[in-house]
C-alpha cells in the first residue's frame, strides 16, 4: 500500500517521512520506524501501531481513535489535541511528550512511562492510568472524571494545579510533593495514598477517602474535608489552617505536630 509516495505497512521505514493529512484508518504499521514523521492531521483511527517508533513525530490534530500503540515510542512526539480516545497505550513510552488539550477518554496507560509529559487541559475521563509514571508531568486543569483509574499510580512532584479528579481512584498511588492546588477530588479515593509535602491548598476533598494515607507535612490549608474519610491517616505536622473537617473521620489519625488554627473540626467547632 502506498500512500504519499511511501510504502505504507508493518515494519516500514517511514522516518521523516510527510505524511500531513494521509488518510491511514485501520492500517498496520506494526514496528514501523515513524521518527520524526509529519502526521499532523493524519486519520489514524484503529490503526495498528504496536510497538512502532513514534518519537519527536509530529502527530497534532491527528485521529487516533481506538487505535493500538501497545509498546509504542512516543518521547518527544507532538499530540496537541489530538484524538486517543479508547487508544491502548499500555506499556508506551512518552516521557516529555506534548499532549495539550488531548482527549484520552477511555484510553488505556496502563505501565505507560509518561514522565515530564505535558498533559495540560487533556480529558481523561473513565480511562485507565493503572501503575503510569507521570513523575514531574504538567496535568495543570486536567480532567480526569468521571472515575479514572490512577491506582498506584506515580505522581511525583506532578503539577495538578486545579486538575479535576473527583471520584477518581488513586489508591496506593504516591503523589509525594505533587501541586494539587485547588484541585477537585470529591469522592476521590486515596486510600494508602503517599502525599507526604504535597501541596493540597484549597482543594475540594469532600467525601474523599483517604485512610491509611500519609499526608505528613502537606499543606492542606483551607482544603475541603466536609465528610471526608481520615481514619489512620498519617498528618504529621500537616498544615490544616482554615481546612474545614466538618463531619470527617479521624479515627486513628496521627495529627502530631499538625496546625490547625482555624480549622474547622468534625463537630463543626473551629480550633483556636
Not at 517508533?53 to 489535541?81: K, P, Q, V, Y
Not at 472524571?145 to 505522581?155: C, F, G, S, V
Not at 510533593?177 to 495514598?193: D, T
Not at 473537617?245 to 473540626?265: C, F, Q, S, V
Request: with cysteine; hydrophobic share 45%; charged share 15%.
Amino acid at each position: 500500500m502506498k500512500v504519499n509516495g511511501y510504502e505504507i505497512g508493518p515494519g516500514a521505514d517511514l522516518t521523516g517521512a510527510d505524511l500531513t493529512g494521509a488518510a491511514l484508518q485501520g492500517v498496520d504499521l506494526t514496528g514501523a520506524n515513524l521518527t520524526r514523521a509529519e502526521l499532523e492531521g493524519a486519520l489514524l483511527t484503529g490503526a495498528n501501531l504496536t510497538d512502532a517508533n513514534l518519537s519527536n513525530a509530529n502527530l497534532s490534530d491527528a485521529h487516533m481513535d481506538n487505535a493500538n500503540l501497545t509498546d509504542a515510542n512516543l518521547t518527544g512526539a507532538n499530540l496537541i489535541r489530538a484524538g486517543l480516545m479508547g487508544a491502548d497505550l499500555s506499556r508506551a513510552e512518552m516521557s516529555g511528550t506534548l499532549m495539550i488539550r488531548e482527549i484520552l477518554m477511555h484510553a488505556n496507560l496502563t505501565d505507560a512511562n509518561l514522565s515530564q509529559a505535558n498533559l495540560t487541559n487533556a480529558a481523561l475521563g473513565h480511562a485507565n492510568l493503572t501503575a503510569v509514571n507521570l513523575t514531574d508531568a504538567n496535568l495543570t486543569g486536567t480532567t480526569m472524571a468521571p472515575a479514572t483509574n490512577l491506582n498506584r499510580a506515580d505522581l511525583i512532584c506532578g503539577n495538578l494545579t486545579a486538575a479535576d479528579l473527583s471520584k477518581a481512584n488513586l489508591a496506593d498511588a504516591n503523589l509525594t510533593g505533587a501541586n494539587l492546588f485547588s484541585a477537585f477530588l470529591f469522592g476521590a479515593n486515596l486510600s494508602k495514598a503517599i502525599l507526604v509535602e504535597a501541596n493540597l491548598t484549597g482543594a475540594s476533598l469532600s467525601h474523599a477517602w483517604l485512610t491509611s494515607a500519609d499526608i505528613s507535612r502537606a499543606d492542606l490549608s483551607h482544603a475541603d474535608l466536609e465528610h471526608a474519610n481520615l481514619d489512620d491517616a498519617n498528618l504529621e505536622d500537616a498544615n490544616l489552617t482554615r481546612a474545614n473537617l466538618t463531619d470527617a473521620k479521624l479515627e486513628g489519625a496521627n495529627l502530631t505536630g499538625a496546625d490547625l488554627t482555624d480549622a474547622r473540626m468534625p463537630d463543626g467547632k473551629r480550633h483556636y
